[in-house]
């Protein structure tokens, strides 16, 4: 039986990129209607993630005009298709993200069919909102180290949802990886998870031992979701001919890095973008194949708290203050 629709929608509106309380507000707004190969889904919980932040300054990559809904992933329920592709989805379970269009922090969103992915039964609801950025990334820069060669890495921020689930792929797939975390109690977290090599950013000889597990290892990749120095540490502590993939700027701060380490001993800095990856047809159809098979084995972000849409303010000050501590959801308000 087809869902009666209403004309309007509840969604949080971005105004203005300054901050202010003000600029992102819970609104009214006419419900959208799906084109060709859109469906419309109704929006059962929204993932933060460090992107949605960018997002929200006006520093991400993908800027939209204003106002738009900010949320860039999330699990709902596909109600309506405007063509017979999408009609296949009506009903369906999936998770789902935007980049270009209004986003998941509202009760209804469009969505590319394409871009839609049916959730199994034993995937829960808030595992759905964390379905496709942080797994398809930690995936993809595997993926894309052991195309490029490399044998071992390192990644920073490995405590949080994503690092931690780069612990999980170290593990499974036998690919040495050096975790490095910023506190003694990450250090233990992740051990507790399995990881063998961690090591503390804040201790006093981080810098050498850094330099003697790469070498050990033949470490010769790193994942930085830091950048400020700690593209530079990194790159200057691994070996001859190495690569950082830098994926995401924590620090808020330029990468910096000693060009001596480019010049004379051919080691390389680049940017890693998902949505870059997963440009191409072969790399998403792997990701979408072996992601899921992560997930039954435990690969899920943990989640510590819900807050309504109208309660987003809340929602960001508690995302920020602990990222490692589990994903915060955005969730519709009772009607």
Not at 108 to 122: E, H, I, K, Q
Not at 170 to 182: A, C, D, N, T, Y
Not at 245 to 250: D, E, H, K
Request: hydrophobic share 45%; with cysteine; aromatic share 8%.
């Amino acid at each position: 039986m087809t869902e009666t629709l209403p004309a309007t929608m509840r969604a949080l509106e971005l105004r203005d990129h300054d901050g202010l309380p003000g600029s992102l507000t819970l609104v009214e707004r006419p419900l959208p209607k799906p084109s060709q190969t859109e469906v419309l889904v109704k929006i059962i919980a929204a993932n933060i993630n460090p992107s949605d932040l960018m997002f929200l300054r006006g520093v991400y990559g993908t800027r939209r005009p204003l106002p738009t809904v900010p949320g860039f992933e999330g699990v709902g329920v596909v109600v309506s298709a405007g063509g017979p592709l999408g009609r296949l989805l009506v009903g369906r379970r999936v998770a789902t993200s935007t980049q270009q269009s209004d986003g998941t922090w509202a009760e209804y969103m469009l969505a590319s069919a394409l871009g839609c992915v049916p959730l199994r039964d034993r995937i829960s609801d808030d595992q759905g909102a964390s379905f496709l950025i942080n797994p398809f990334s930690a995936f993809g820069l595997f993926d894309t180290a052991r195309r490029d060669g490399h044998k071992a890495a390192i990644h920073t921020a490995a405590a949080s949802a994503l690092g931690r689930m780069l612990v999980h792929i170290s593990r499974r797939e036998r690919f040495p990886m050096v975790h490095v975390v910023r506190r003694a109690a990450q250090v233990e977290l992740l051990r507790g998870l399995g990881a063998e090599h961690v090591l503390d950013s804040s201790e006093a000889d981080f810098q050498s031992k850094l330099h003697a597990l790469a070498a050990q290892l033949n470490a010769t990749a790193a994942f930085d979701a830091v950048a400020g120095p700690m593209s530079g540490i990194l790159l200057h502590a691994m070996p001859r001919n190495s690569e950082v993939y830098v994926y995401g700027a924590l620090s808020e701060a330029h990468a910096q890095f000693d060009p001596r380490d480019l010049i004379f001993e051919g080691k390389k800095v680049r940017g890693w973008w998902l949505a870059e990856y997963l440009r191409r047809p072969d790399r998403a159809v792997l990701a979408m194949a072996s992601v899921p098979g992560y997930f039954d084995e435990g690969m899920a972000s943990p989640v510590r708290a819900r807050y309504p849409f109208s309660k987003v303010h809340e929602a960001l000050a508690a995302y920020q203050g602990d990222m490692t501590a589990g994903k915060v959801l955005l969730v519709p308000d009772p009607r």
